[in-house]
């Protein structure tokens, strides 16, 4: 089946600094991704979207110069988290789809990221 | 706009009890309807969909029917064991290419 590889699977960072979360379909080419952020216990809120090629499209409320997304190949997205903050300690998720009608969503497992 | 409320968790059973998540939606037009699960420290994994009415999605037992007269698409599973102890989230889906409107999720604890 269908896989979303995401990397890395953890990632600790000191505030201020800047992390990059990689997001890969393994064997289909995703025309499309999503970028979701998962608070404790809470469910998914969609932070962006992001089609090959183009800029991102981003959820009222998400700052787009704090979360840089590149879609730059149809295999890979990148998330980058910018001067990072103790707040945006979060579980980061994306997922991916060939954008066929019908076609589901695949999902990464996800990165935990810690800002000390 | 688009919406999808679930009943709240946590959800605690012993094994072998009949489990069913109440799922509703909100949306125009004739969206496709999913049920993904979430084990500990792990990303989304697809259970179930379907992709219009009366359709019956069903994997590992469980199952769920899109009820469009009810705008309900409610989880269950006839005997659930440890392995199921996960966040279970409803979703719904518009279009090909477009993004999914998931639930609160439930928590589901199944104790031995």
């Known amino acids: 089946g269908a896989v979303v590889s995401q990397h890395p699977s953890r990632v600790i960072c000191k505030s201020g600094t800047s992390v990059k979360i990689e997001c890969r379909s393994l064997?289909?080419?995703?025309?499309?991704m999503f970028w979701y952020r998962q608070f404790p216990k809470k469910s998914l809120m969609l932070m962006a979207t992001?089609?090959?090629?183009?800029?991102?499209?981003?959820e009222q409320g998400v700052e787009k110069d704090k979360f840089l997304i590149n879609h730059a190949s149809l295999t890979l997205s990148t998330l980058t988290v910018t001067s990072a903050h103790p707040e945006d300690s979060s579980f980061y998720i994306c997922?991916?789809?060939?954008?066929?009608?019908?076609?589901?969503?695949?999902f990464g497992n996800g990165t935990r990221l810690t800002v000390t | 706009g688009d919406s999808v409320t679930q009943m709240e968790g946590p959800v605690t059973l012993s094994e072998e009890a009949f489990l069913t998540i109440n799922c509703t939606y909100t949306?125009?037009?004739?969206?496709?309807l999913f049920w993904y699960v979430q084990y500990p420290g792990e990303g989304l994994q697809l259970l179930l969909k379907?992709?219009?009415?009366?359709d019956k999605g069903s994997n590992k037992g469980f199952e769920a029917t899109y009820r469009k007269e009810t705008t309900s698409f409610h989880l269950e599973k006839g005997s659930v064991q440890v392995s199921d102890s996960a966040v279970y989230f409803c979703?719904?889906?518009?279009?090909?290419?477009?993004?999914?409107?998931f639930g609160g999720g439930t928590r589901v604890l199944v104790k031995p």
């Open positions: 949306a125009t037009g004739y969206p496709s």
């Open positions: 992001s089609n090959e090629g183009s800029k991102a499209t981003y």
């Open positions: 064997d289909f080419q995703a025309t499309t």
């Open positions: 979703a719904l889906r518009k279009a090909a290419g477009n993004k999914l409107t």
């Open positions: 997922s991916a789809t060939p954008g066929q009608y019908n076609s589901p969503l695949h």
């Open positions: 379907a992709t219009k009415a009366d």
